[in-house]
């Protein structure tokens, strides 16, 4: 018999089991999909920060002259104003250290030069006469990893005599182990709520089909401006740090198990 003439047959086991195969694809392509429970969870923490960040400015001006002879600035007037600003600069990074702070903990700024705008009222007619002057800034960043020592680099700041303490800002050493504990706690919160719904609902939770985090562990270090508490009473002054919050969200989904 000729070769083009011929046609391939398939054994009939073959056959039958390509058409099972076939059948059941097509089965559980209708199949419904199996019956989940899916549960939202959010998670708090409160936390102690337990070190601070303090931000002060250091500053010196050169003397004020009219506006118009701004661009005639006396060049010894900015070297002396210069010369100032470093020496208060050194005197109180010694201040620090001699308080107990490590060199590594105080961060020095970049010189900061800008001019200032003034009205002096001595002109013709009283009307206010432009004047300038040049500001020469400093800032400084103290980072201390005890809080109990707070009190004293805010006294060690004041004796050296900064122009602007802006303020604190408290953070924690190991926020990585922070935002775990949240994490941990919206999902337990997640398994706890599914967990009653189940009970609840009559069924059993199956595998855990899926899992996302819904807002990741936010963790933001709080910036407060400084307050004293007990001044009037003459006792020691004392800086509350409070609490800092850590927010966590999740979403999970279980499988729901045939009874």
Known sequence: ???SRQRTRLPASLLTALLITASSMAAAADAPPPPRLDVQAQAELQVVPDQATLNARLWERTPAIAQRDAARTDPQALAEARRRLEER???LIRTLETA???REAIQAGSLRVQPEVLHDRTGKEGEPTPLVRTRLERPFRVEINELERLPMML???????VNALDGVTYDLADREAATDEALTKALARARHKAELMAETLGVELGP???VSEQQAPVFQPRMMAMSADARESG????YRPGTLTIDAAVNVSWEIEEP
């Not at 006792?235 to 004392?238: P, R, V």
Request: charged residues 15%; aromatic residues 0%; glycine residues 14%.
């Open 155 to 161: 006294d060690a700041l004041t004796e050296a005599g």
């Open 100 to 102: 107990g702070l490590e």
């Open 208 to 210: 855990v089909h899926a």
């Open 1 to 3: 018999m000729p070769m």
């Open 235 to 238: 006792g020691a002054t004392e």
């Open 89 to 91: 600069a050194a005197t």
